[in-house]
């Protein structure tokens, strides 16, 4: 580093940029005590779409370009802070960087798990590292605590809810009993959806913030195109109370889970889970992560996902660690060529289905039967008659299923699908004991 005051260059300044800005004016002091010195900093670029657009937090306007590489450029700025999401042009601004040997810190998590192949050896190549606190679960530290803390320890198994939105329109169903249309438009007025909800609600943006976890934990770079996701567009109000009156919730969880047999469980879904489990109990847009090292046991780690002051707070925290940057630091970089990761049909978990059947005699035998030939257990069913409509044609049949492997059940369920009492397709949700 080139001088005693480190120049920082943000790329973007959004809800996250300015609250990055505005940390930095708060507490700039504060951190530069805290750490002794070495963490002295200003921002001395700022990158941005439009010069004409009004901003509150006093930053100086000949700090601002429309031209981004200049945030990488500028020999005054010596860490480049990406925020401006997406996976092409934040892409090249961030493998510039690190290719004239300048720390980025970002929080694009759909970038590093879908291009971090690409970064990480650029990171490895030039020295340079890349921090991304920021990127999981807003400003809950968990990357920090994965890498650091927990440092000693075999990741056995982390379950993360890690979609804010995705678990406020699950518990906005679950307690108003709204339909999914109608909690996801709730959660897009509030400001919790992204503008583009697109990521939140298929699962994808948790599915990115696993696979990063996933990768920290188990050291090889898990490749997003072998990750098994379900998004929450097609939970129903009427699962979500079947759920309740067995005593569980549906929330979207994200599992990474190392097998005895060293592969690596990953996927994200919409899983049932016993309303007695500490995770049961998050809600709204909060975040949480439990992790269960072999030596710490369990950890549980809370708090807010998304938002500028806990999205800043994380990029603070980066920045303050690229600036006590050695050689031996390097952030993350993958430690393992490969690892191998479990096949969806492979995991075993219990289920439960839902049947939509004609009610006529002998469909619970018929649909047991199959069951059976897949040596498949049932432990429970529940099929509550409609008190509105007692002498219906149609029935829902619930079937609790002992564990087994996905593939089994998918085998089986082609099967019961040919029976002619099925009235439409099963829905199938997994019960997590964790
Ligand atoms: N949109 C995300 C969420 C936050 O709802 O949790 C950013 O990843």
Redesign the pocket.
């Known amino acids: 580093m080139s001088c005693s005051v480190l120049g920082i260059g943000l790329a973007g300044f959004g809800t996250v940029g300015s609250g990055v800005w505005g940390i930095l004016e708060e507490h700039g002091g504060l951190i530069e005590s805290r750490s002794q010195g070495s963490a002295a900093m200003e921002v001395r670029k700022i990158a941005v779409r439009d010069l004409s657009k009004k901003r509150e937090g006093g930053a100086p306007a000949e700090l601002f370009t429309t031209n981004l590489m200049e945030v990488v450029e500028d020999p005054l700025v010596e860490i480049v802070v990406e925020l401006i999401g997406g996976t092409e042009v934040a892409f090249n601004l961030i493998a510039a960087a690190l290719k004239v040997g300048k720390p980025v810190v970002t929080g694009n ?1 759909a970038l590093l798990a879908e291009r971090g192949a690409e970064l990480f050896a650029i990171s490895k190549e030039t020295n340079t590292p890349i921090y991304f606190e920021a ?1 999981v679960a ?1 400003g809950i530290p968990i990357i920090k605590a994965l890498q650091q803390s927990l440092v000693g320890n075999q990741i056995e198994s982390i379950a993360g809810i ?7 329109i699950l518990q906005r169903m679950t307690e108003a009993g709204l339909g999914y249309p109608e909690a996801l438009k709730e959660a897009k007025d509030l400001g ?3 503008a583009d909800e697109t ?2 609600v298929n699962g994808w ?2 599915a990115h ?1 696993a696979i990063l976890l996933g990768s920290i934990a188990h050291g090889f770079l898990i490749n997003y195109k072998n990750v098994y996701v379900r998004g929450i567009e097609k939970v129903t109000p009427l699962d979500i109370k079947f759920a309740s009156d067995l005593g569980y919730v549906v929330k979207l969880l994200s599992l990474v889970i190392a097998n005895k047999d060293g592969r690596v469980e990953i996927r994200t879904q919409p899983s049932f889970l016993s309303k007695t489990h500490i995770l049961a109990s998050v809600h709204g ?1 909060f ?1 949480a992560v439990a992790i269960k090292g072999d030596h710490s046991g369990e950890s549980l780690f809370y708090g807010r ?2 938002g500028q002051g806990p ?1 800043a707070s994380s990029v603070v925290s980066d920045l303050v660690e690229a600036a006590r940057i050695s050689e031996t630091n390097m952030g993350f970089l993958p430690y393992k060529e490969h690892g191998s990761l479990v096949d969806i049909d492979d995991t075993a978990t219990s289920y439960y289905v839902r049947f939509s059947v004609t009610d006529r005699p002998g469909v619970i035998a018929d649909i047991a039967s199959v069951l059976a030939k897949h040596k498949i257990g049932i432990s429970g069913t529940h099929s509550p008659v409609d008190a509105d409509n007692p002498d219906a044609d149609f029935v829902e049949m619930v079937f609790l299923l002992h564990s087994c492997p996905f593939g089994r059940l998918k085998q089986a369920l082609a099967e019961v699908e040919n029976l002619d009492c099925l009235t439409s397709r099963p829905v199938v949700f997994r019960i997590e004991t964790l």
């Open positions: 998590k990127a807003g890690i979609n804010g939105t995705s678990n406020y919790y959806a992204e990521l939140d943006d948790a913030k847009v975040n996902g998304a999205t």
